[in-house]
């Protein structure tokens, strides 16, 4: 019970999604090399922000203590959440309704960061997927659509994290 009560203080939702963050990206790449699944442009770009995600989290536990960097913290980690809640659910749109499509009818700027980052940790953001295509489904859900999941899930943890009082 005392866990679960520490749990839900702002610092132990921070904790929680940072660690989930680097968990869900360590699944990422586990899953991209044994199963050799491709990862897509959307994929690395959520990729890119779970990563965020947790280094935001080790400075927003960091700033707990304080109310008012406490509740900044928050509301940048409750973007960055939001942020890949809507590239994931554009993602699974794409693969429920536009098959065969591509990401984007050109190269935006964030295929370019897709591709800079590939060029220096290949490993970990090379991406040659496409985006419409669903690959591997776990429960009937995509990794798109579990995505989505996480992302509103750690939302409304910060949402919680900014509205708490202690």
């Known amino acids: 019970m005392q866990l679960l009560r520490l749990l839900f203080t702002p610092r132990g939702l ?30 690395i770009l959520q990729r890119m922000l779970y990563l965020l995600l947790a280094l935001e989290a080790i400075a927003a536990w960091l700033l707990a203590p304080k109310t008012l960097p406490r509740r900044a913290a928050a509301l940048v980690m409750a973007a ?16 429920r309704f536009a098959k065969g499509v591509s990401c984007t009818a050109d190269q935006p700027w964030w295929e370019q960061l897709v591709n800079w980052a590939a060029s220096q940790w290949p490993l970990m953001f090379e991406a040659s997927g496409l985006c419409s295509e669903a690959g591997w489904k776990f429960l009937g859900l995509s990794i798109a659509e579990w995505s989505l999941i996480a992302f509103t899930s750690m939302a409304i943890a910060m949402l919680i994290a900014l509205a708490r009082r202690n």
């Open 14 to 43: 921070f904790a929680a999604t940072g660690l989930a963050a680097l968990g869900l990206v360590a699944g990422g790449v586990y899953l991209q090399q044994t199963m050799n699944l491709a990862a897509c442009p959307l994929c």
């Open 80 to 95: 960055t959440t939001l942020t890949g809640a809507w590239i994931a659910a554009y993602q699974t749109w794409l693969q």
